[in-house]
């Protein structure tokens, strides 16, 4: 009986340092794919043209003028989508506000488009 627990011991034994040393090995090749997807980011191939994030590579500003009329509902103030404008408006009063809306939509080889640029801006 002795043999047969000590013969089972050392099979227990010796698949828990097989086990153990597969596990070793497994873990280092993750390591070695880690090390070479680290490798592979590093890589200049991989980095954006610009070292500007605002900036999208191969792509232009688009430019659209828009004209619009805008009736003041709040003395002082008048209102086009989210952009509130200040100044001595009346009341009920219309009034033709020309806006522009730029987006990165042009695209063209080595061109950079700058995204701080993009959105609605009042020109007058």
Known sequence: MKKIMFATLVA?????GFIGYFNQQT????SALAIANVEALTD??????????????????EVE?????????KRGELQIGSHILSG???RGQNYTIIYELKNCDG???????????????IVD
């Not at 200049?44 to 500003?61: A, C, F, G, L, T």
């Open 107 to 121: 695209v063209q080889d080595g061109a950079c488009c700058d995204q701080r640029e993009v959105g609605m801006h």
């Open 44 to 61: 200049d191939q991989e980095r954006p043209k610009s070292p500007d994030y605002n900036y999208v590579p191969d792509h232009y500003i």
């Open 65 to 73: 003028c828009i004209r619009c009329d805008v009736t003041c509902t």
């Open 88 to 90: 001595s408006y009346e």
């Open 27 to 30: 873990n280092q090749q993750l």
């Open 12 to 16: 227990v034994a010796a698949i828990s």
